[in-house]
């Protein structure tokens, strides 16, 4: 058996992978609450049905009413069940004494010696289906120390085994078990979780539980008034189940058929997350936050205009693509900006507008007011009189005034760049006056960006 891993409730370490459900538990009274015939006194195991003792050592089971091994008072302790109303309980160990006689004649030797210090109990259980070769399964129990238990062990494990142990002794047996604890086991208020992983061979049909030395027991003393010299451990709440899958997000798909596993997701969509609620997963989805069709990735399109809301900077106006979703511009703005490549006149060879070019501007101004969406670049041209590097100067001052004219007139500077090109684009011939006066231009450009 390849022993995958063993833990104690309360030492797991916090953000470990989740794991998904596990299978059905494989014991059938894992509670000890059903009996052939009600338990009466010590020794009576047997009577729980499923439950046998697996050597000569006798297992106790705790009933309501009965006398010594009542519930919650005993002649162990005092405790209620774990789950439902009854527990077991067993000896794991007994630190037996013996009389040292020369200690008589010698009062320095210790008046006690180590006895037969071997006995303990085992139970066991058919598991209800044998396990299967290659497949990982968890067993897990709880334990409690009896009150009146003056020794602790560790080595507190379980064994699946092939046939069922049948024992003509009461002594530790040698079998290693596939789950056991290192630590010691101390706890006589809480019940204390033991629980591991193993990979089964395939021959397991039984489940054994009791203390191992080869699994490392050890003992220790915890005496408190009377030392009663044993180690009794309740037990409760038994399983063998089939280890459950890895399940990092713990949204109950194994890891390896969730295609999303680090994020909590659903089984429809193969593990992934749907934020929006429409059918279509995050990390598929344009717009992860906004439910929209599947034909436009997952975002709408309000103004149904085929250009989806994420691109769209007029959502709620039909558009065109040229546009960014926004309607074509209008024949009077295009006429306005036809008329703004002449019409706005600067003072000769400086930046200052003219006031005659206030009426052009003021309407630009309108158009940015009434379309908030526009963002507007600004392109200064000059033509090729005089020095090239004034030029370039000189149209970029130029479409820096109509900017911040603009700006002045309460239009945002996030919505105007202004770009100076000099002599470098010339749309007519710079060899007549004619040509000159159309290359000194202003040209307006509606555009978007973010």
């Known amino acids: 058996m390849n022993v995958r891993y063993v833990s104690l409730l309360g030492m797991l370490v916090p953000g470990a992978m989740v794991l998904a459900q596990s299978g059905p538990n494989l014991i059938s009274n894992p509670g000890f609450e059903s009996f052939s015939k009600p338990v009466s006194t010590w020794d009576q195991l047997e009577r729980c049905m499923g439950w046998t003792n697996a050597t000569k050592g006798t297992v106790d089971v705790f009933n309501t009413g009965a006398s010594y091994v009542g519930v919650p008072e005993n002649d162990l302790g005092s405790s209620t069940a774990?789950?439902?109303?009854?527990?077991?309980?067993?000896?794991?160990?007994?630190?037996?004494?013996?009389?040292?006689?020369?200690?008589?004649?010698?009062?320095t030797l210790d008046a006690t010696l180590p006895a037969y210090q071997q006995y303990t109990e085992y139970l066991q259980t058919p598991l209800s289906t044998p396990l299967v070769a290659g497949q990982q399964y968890d067993i897990t129990f709880r334990v409690k120390l009896s009150g009146n238990s003056d020794r602790a062990v560790s080595g507190i494990g379980g064994y699946c085994s092939p046939t069922a142990l049948s024992y003509m002794h009461n002594h530790y047996i040698n079998e290693r078990p596939q789950v056991s604890t290192t630590k010691m086991l101390t706890d006589k208020q809480n019940w204390t979780e033991v629980s591991g992983s193993f990979t089964a061979d395939g021959s397991e049909q039984y489940l054994i539980i009791g203390a191992f030395p080869t699994a490392g027991m050890e003992n220790e003393r915890i005496v408190e008034g009377a030392d009663n010299q044993h180690a009794y451990y309740y037990l409760d709440g038994v399983s063998v189940a089939l280890h459950p899958e890895p399940d990092t997000d713990g949204d109950g798909i194994p890891d390896k058929d969730d295609?999303?596993?680090?994020?909590?997701?659903?089984?429809?969509?193969?593990?992934?997350?749907?934020?929006?609620?429409?059918?279509?997963?995050?990390?598929?989805?344009?717009?992860?936050?906004?439910?929209?069709?599947?034909?436009?990735?997952?975002?709408?399109?309000?103004?149904?205009?085929?250009?989806?809301?994420?691109?769209?900077?007029c959502p709620d106006?039909?558009?065109?693509?040229?546009?960014?979703?926004?309607?074509?511009?209008?024949?009077?703005?295009?006429?306005l900006f036809e008329r703004a490549l002449t019409g706005i006149q600067f003072e000769s060879g400086k930046s200052v507008i003219r006031k005659s070019s206030y009426g052009i501007l003021d309407d630009v101004m309108k158009v940015m007011q009434e379309n908030p969406?526009?963002?507007?670049?600004?392109?200064?041209?000059?033509?090729?009189?005089?020095?090239?590097?004034?030029?370039?100067?000189?149209?970029?001052?130029?479409?820096?005034?109509?900017?911040?004219?603009?700006?002045?007139?309460?239009?945002?500077g996030d919505r105007l760049r202004s770009f100076g090109h000099g002599e470098?684009?010339?749309?007519a011939d710079n060899a007549t006056s004619t040509g000159r006066a159309r290359n000194r231009r202003v040209e307006f450009k509606v555009t978007f960006w973010e």
């Open 373 to 412: 969406a526009y963002n507007l670049e600004i392109h200064g041209h000059t033509d090729s009189q005089g020095d090239e590097a004034k030029n370039q100067k000189l149209s970029e001052d130029r479409a820096a005034s109509v900017r911040q004219y603009l700006v002045d007139k309460g239009i945002s």
């Open 82 to 107: 774990f789950d439902g109303e009854h527990y077991a309980g067993f000896v794991a160990y007994k630190d037996d004494q013996r009389t040292n006689w020369k200690h008589i004649m010698d009062p």
């Open 317 to 335: 106006v039909p558009g065109v693509a040229a546009m960014k979703g926004c309607p074509e511009l209008k024949e009077e703005t295009k006429k």
């Open 424 to 427: 470098t684009m010339p749309v």
């Open 259 to 313: 295609k999303c596993p680090d994020e909590a997701g659903l089984a429809n969509l193969e593990g992934c997350p749907d934020r929006d609620g429409d059918g279509i997963a995050d990390k598929m989805d344009a717009c992860p936050d906004l439910a929209g069709p599947a034909d436009k990735q997952g975002c709408p399109d309000r103004d149904g205009d085929g250009i989806t809301d994420n691109v769209d900077r």
